[in-house]
């Protein structure tokens, strides 16, 4: 099965720049997508295709792949930022696997 | 805008079934456009994506869930719906409802997603 790995935490102070890794094998044939997780609330997907942004996310949020990993990047990061942050991709035909999960505390 | 809602029972006996469905309102789940998807997330861990459903009826599972679950459509209520049987304290989770949005190459994303419906298997 696939697996997609992601650092427990991150901790960064308002201002500074997160970055979130997420790697797996099938990142290097695959694209990735990433989603901000807050207690209560629906998920919002900030990132999809490794680096395109939804419309409505801030331009603080941006992502990069390279290989077997990708990352996503919040500069500037907001106290309004602080969640859990969740990589996505595909498996075989139309399955999908999540990461691991990265709580990130502002 | 295309808005999820889940609903169902919060607390299911083990060895019994698990039902939900989820209102989609801003758009029709007959849509040739749409895939409608289920993915959970138990207390203190990770997501699981467990299926998703073409509006014609085509179904995806989750090879680890593929014998326990069936996901259906209901044009006629504009809803979709999960069904898990022989739950146990495994299941216990988050259940979200979700979009996947097919690219034309590449795996699918989820967007929208509703605001999820905690699900406790208790006796």
């Known amino acids: 099965s696939y697996e997609l790995t992601q650092p427990p935490s991150v901790s960064v102070s308002p201002g500074q720049t997160a970055r979130i890794t997420c790697s797996g094998d099938i990142l290097s044939k695959e694209y990735a997508h990433w989603y901000q997780m807050k207690p209560g609330q629906a998920p919002v997907l900030v990132i999809f295709q490794d680096t395109e942004r939804p419309s409505g996310i801030p331009d603080r949020f941006s992502g990069y792949s390279s290989g077997t990993a990708v990352t996503l990047t919040i500069s500037g990061v907001q106290a309004e930022d602080e969640a859990d942050y969740y990589c996505q991709s595909g498996a075989s035909s139309a399955t999908y696997v999540f990461g691991t999960g990265t709580k990130v505390t502002v | 805008q295309l808005q999820l809602q889940e609903s169902g029972p919060g607390l299911v006996k083990p060895s019994g079934t698990l039902s939900l469905t989820c209102s989609v309102s801003?758009?029709?789940?007959?849509?040739?456009?749409?895939?409608w998807g289920w993915v959970r997330q138990p207390p203190g861990k990770g997501l699981e994506w467990i299926g998703s459903i073409y509006y014609s009826g085509g179904t995806y599972y989750n090879p680890s869930l593929d014998s326990r679950v069936t996901i259906s459509v209901d044009t006629s209520r504009n809803q979709f719906s999960l069904r898990l049987t022989s739950v146990t304290a495994a299941d216990t989770a988050i259940y979200y409802c979700?979009?996947?949005?097919?690219?034309?190459?590449?795996?699918?994303?989820?967007?929208?997603w509703g605001q999820g419906t905690l699900v406790t298997v208790s006796s």
């Open positions: 801003g758009g029709s789940v007959s849509s040739a456009s749409y895939y």
């Open positions: 979700a979009r996947p949005v097919i690219p034309v190459t590449g795996p699918s994303w989820f967007d929208p």
